[in-house]
């Protein structure tokens, strides 16, 4: 069975860090392209950044390019968010999601595998 499920979500204060798990089942993660969408509270869901399968980064929200970044662990098929001087404006569902092919998107639609999502808390 083809899944990806995240792990590391929770509560940290302004300016903490936290880093994200993306552990994929059924399929070699690495021959593909994973990124991480978040959506907040009341808002729209937006892709934030993504790795391919040649550990290409690309940023999708800019707000996150100098704080956030993404790293594969090919034993383990993993992918990691690591996200640093948290904002509470970072705070929202954070989602792996595994696409079609080994090329990043920021469109849904190439998504081919959702992980159920985080929570995480930016506050004071």
């Known amino acids: 069975q083809v899944q990806l499920v995240e792990s590391g979500g929770g509560w940290v204060r302004p300016g903490g860090s936290l880093r994200l798990s993306c552990a994929a089942s059924?399929?070699?993660?690495?021959?593909?392209?994973i990124g991480w969408f978040r959506q907040a509270l009341r808002k729209e869901r937006e892709a934030a950044l993504c790795?391919?399968?040649?550990?290409?980064?690309?940023y999708y929200a800019a707000p996150v390019k100098d704080r956030f970044t993404i790293s594969r662990d090919n034993v383990e098929n993993t992918v990691y968010l690591h996200m640093s001087s948290l904002k509470p404006e970072d705070a929202a569902v954070y989602t792996c999601a595994g696409f079609t092919n080994s090329i990043c998107s920021n469109y849904p639609a190439d998504v081919h595998t959702w992980g159920q999502g985080t929570q995480v808390t930016v506050s004071s």
């Open positions: 790795i391919n399968n040649s550990d290409g980064i690309t």
């Open positions: 059924g399929f070699r993660s690495s021959y593909y392209a």
